[in-house]
């Protein structure tokens, strides 16, 4: 086991396994907050999961409109500076959450949160693309699920402890993490953008955003995204509604939550890899599908059963699905963009993440607060339903049009 890690570690970049490592600091930051954030704003301002869900749209909504600049300024400027710039401001921006005690501020608060604190995602990816070759990216992306998950198989336990302590902990580490990993990009890891001609480099900010019609013109990832949006409002509701769902109807404390949580990292963590060369063989599009079906089973289970043993049951499954999902979907993006414009492409998926954020934790919340709680996810297993369906069909358009993605 030893020689094929020491193996797969040599095939890599020095500067790849440390944008691994930053991936992994900043990503315990957020394991160690986000699972419990609704939590937090239920408990601290007294509402209920429709409150919730119009924060996660306003957020969302910021982050749409932060994503596009970010997109842009990723291509022009570089990758490094806005992964700093990305990390700084989150961190503010994490503390500033911290010690509002009005909820009308925190609404305000989270329009700025959101603005900022997405400055860094699209670089991020755009660097990925930039260090491999393309034959390497689906397992380098791979590896950084591996990465961001081990933050996440310990990040909710000690979440779930700090949070039994202060919720306002949650905040402080978060923060701290989040300048760490600043400090260990701003010393360790160098530009990768590309090399422009001297036209491209003159090229204003405004031609630059224009470039995101030119991704809109492109009809198969427009499908492609449009598909993701569906698939990824499936998932979006284990890091929202399902925290709060389990401690309402089910009353499964923070801790087992967090439980789930750590079970789903630690099954990337151990299997992402080898799963991620077996499913690289096949069609891209119909490993999603199956991904998504998946999804699927894992969440419409949690309508219909009630004891901890099957929440792990269906929790794995779900970690099956995104097994085969998450490291393919991301280096098919890379494949649909010119170099020159990874960023605005890595941006513009990005928005498949933000937009279902725009308003399914808000349904969600409506059908918690107004009816049988369980349709959540009834209705959540039909939409994986339709996105799987989607994935199929659309690897029968790709190889009618003779596509090489």
């Not at 490094?80 to 990390?87: C, D, F, H, Q, V």
């Not at 890891?189 to 492109?218: C, D, F, H, T």
């Amino acid at each position: 086991m030893l020689s094929k890690a020491k193996t797969v570690f040599n095939e890599y970049p020095r500067t790849f396994w440390t944008l691994t490592g930053t991936v992994f600091i900043d990503s315990l930051g957020g394991a160690l907050l986000f699972p419990f954030f609704a939590l937090y704003v239920t408990q601290k301002f007294g509402v209920g999961m429709t409150e919730v869900g119009v924060l996660f749209a306003i957020l969302s909504g910021a982050r749409i409109v932060g994503s596009f600049l970010s997109g842009a300024l990723t291509d022009k400027i570089g990758r490094r500076s806005l992964m700093i710039y990305g990390l700084i401001f989150s961190a503010g921006s994490s503390l500033m959450m911290a010690f509002i005690e009005e909820m009308a501020t925190f609404y305000i608060a989270v329009v700025f949160v959101g603005l900022l604190s997405s400055l860094g995602g699209p670089a991020q990816q755009a660097m990925i693309a930039d260090i491999l070759p393309e034959k390497q990216r689906a397992d380098g992306y791979g590896l950084i699920h591996i990465s961001d998950n081990m933050a996440h198989t310990i990040g909710p336990m000690i979440g779930g402890l700090l949070a039994g302590i202060s919720y306002i902990l949650l905040f402080w580490v978060d923060a701290i993490l989040s300048v760490i990993t600043a400090l260990v990009i701003y010393f360790s890891l160098p530009e990768s953008k590309p090399q422009k001609s001297e036209k491209q480099a003159e090229e204003s900010l405004g031609k630059i955003m224009s470039g995101y019609w030119r991704v809109a013109q492109n009809g198969v990832f427009m499908a492609f995204f449009g598909i993701a949006i569906l698939m990824k409002l499936v998932y979006r509701q284990m890091g929202t509604t399902l925290s709060v769902f389990l401690y309402d109807v089910h009353a499964v404390p923070p801790q087992g939550y967090g439980w789930l949580l750590s079970l789903n990292a630690a099954m990337v963590v151990l299997f992402q890899f080898a799963i991620t060369r077996k499913t690289s063989k096949y069609k891209p599009m119909k490993v999603m599908a199956v991904g998504t079906l998946l999804y699927a089973i894992g969440f419409a289970m949690y309508g219909f059963v009630s004891t901890m043993l099957f929440f792990f049951i269906a929790m794995a499954i779900i970690t099956i699905g995104e097994m085969f999902i998450s490291p393919i979907g991301q280096s098919m993006v890379a494949r649909f963009a010119p170099e020159d414009m990874r960023g605005r492409y890595m941006a513009f998926f990005g928005f498949s993440w933000t937009i279902p954020s725009l308003f399914g934790p808000l349904l969600a919340g409506i059908v918690m607060d107004n009816y049988d709680p369980n349709w959540v996810w009834y209705l959540t297993g039909a939409i994986g339903l339709i996105a799987a369906f989607g994935y199929w069909q659309l690897n029968g358009v790709i190889e009618e049009k003779h596509l090489e993605i």
